[in-house]
């Protein structure tokens, strides 16, 4: 299936922003309350259904999604996220994936985050009256999302692995002094209030490495995006 800007562009516009061939990068922020304590510690959070999608760039350099890549992948995100919460002793259930009907109202609010998500890490999309701060909000209707646990875990992955021929072609490059980007990966994750709809904590991490088709690489990936959140 070919690429749609609006899956892959997040990862396209914070890698134009910065990034640093061979090496992974976090960006966390967190918001506080009135008395300087951390939001999210010590409290109930349910586990959204990561949104996931890996791509395969071919020697045209046009990414091409792989459902059968982002399958694995999403079941090694999924795996790795129960096992770090449950590894620090956080307190979570894990979300049922929202139905595909864009007229329901869970998968609405799940459309929502991603929209957000996409709006936090774009340089483009942010707005000047912000200045920067941690200010923003999907409403109190994601409350829908479920009615008892007070925060919930959003995550975003857009990965992409070169074809083989790709692969050749960056070796061929490097004998013709022409570079030839290889695969890259964004991953974004933030903490909801489920009581009014803010955002309390966000991170991203941006790097060049790590398979999340294998379990070990999504193990590494996941620890370092929720190394500092306030669970």
Request: charged share 25%; aromatic share 8%; net charge positive.
């Amino acid at each position: 299936m070919p690429w749609r800007g609006e899956w892959f562009g997040p990862l396209a516009a914070v890698l134009a922003f910065g990034l640093v061939a061979g090496c992974a990068t976090t960006a966390p922020r967190v918001a506080e309350d009135a008395k300087g304590a951390k939001l999210g510690a010590n409290a109930e959070i349910v586990l959204l259904a990561p949104d996931v999608l890996v791509y395969e760039l071919p020697t045209s350099g046009v990414p091409v999604l792989r459902r059968d890549w982002t399958e694995q992948a999403l079941r090694n995100i999924e795996r790795a996220l129960g096992a770090e919460l449950k590894r620090r002793g956080a307190r979570f259930r894990v979300a049922l994936r929202p139905p595909e009907d864009d007229q329901d109202r869970a998968r609405q609010y799940w459309l929502l985050n991603r929209r957000l998500a996409e709006t936090l890490v774009d340089p483009n999309l942010r707005l000047p009256h912000k200045r920067g701060k941690l200010d923003w909000t999907v409403g109190p209707g994601v409350r829908i999302l479920d009615p008892d646990a007070r925060y919930a875990l959003f995550m975003l992955v857009r990965d992409s692995y070169s074809s083989d021929a790709r692969k050749a072609m960056m070796i061929a490059g490097l004998f013709l002094g022409v570079n030839v980007p290889l695969g890259q990966q964004f991953v974004y994750v933030h903490l909801i209030d489920l009581e009014d709809g803010s955002v309390v904590w966000t991170n991203r991490l941006l790097s060049m490495g790590g398979d999340l088709r294998s379990p070990g690489p999504a193990d590494e990936v996941v620890r370092k995006v929720l190394n500092k959140a306030p669970l």
